[in-house]
């Protein structure tokens, strides 16, 4: 069974809309697939592991401050 909001999908993967047939998005659905868009196309930061620090990585799998320390 198509719902309307399977048709809305649809229309959005292919930017058609017409208000006419109530195929757009509302402004609230828009900013929850933009916010749902960016946080899944944005790659996971690697994360250092040492003493459950978990601060971005720098250079050679470390992070900063043990980066430093064993320097």
Same mark, same amino acid.
């Given at each position: 069974?198509?719902?309307?909001?399977?048709?809305?999908?649809?229309?959005?993967? &292919?930017?058609?809309?017409?208000?006419? @047939?109530?195929?757009? &998005?509302?402004? *609230?659905?828009? +900013?929850?697939? +933009?916010? @749902? =868009?960016?946080?899944? @196309? *944005?790659?996971?930061? =690697? +994360?250092?592991?040492?003493?459950?620090?978990?601060?971005?990585?720098?250079?050679?799998?470390?992070?900063? @401050?043990? &980066?430093?320390?064993?320097?």
């Amino acid at each position: 069974m198509i719902t309307l909001t399977k048709i809305k999908r649809i229309a959005a993967r &292919y930017g058609i809309g017409d208000p006419l @047939n109530g195929l757009m &998005y509302d402004t *609230k659905e828009i +900013r929850a697939m +933009r916010l @749902n =868009a960016s946080l899944l @196309n *944005k790659p996971t930061k =690697a +994360r250092c592991l040492i003493d459950g620090c978990k601060r971005e990585l720098s250079t050679r799998g470390l992070c900063v @401050n043990h &980066y430093t320390a064993m320097s």
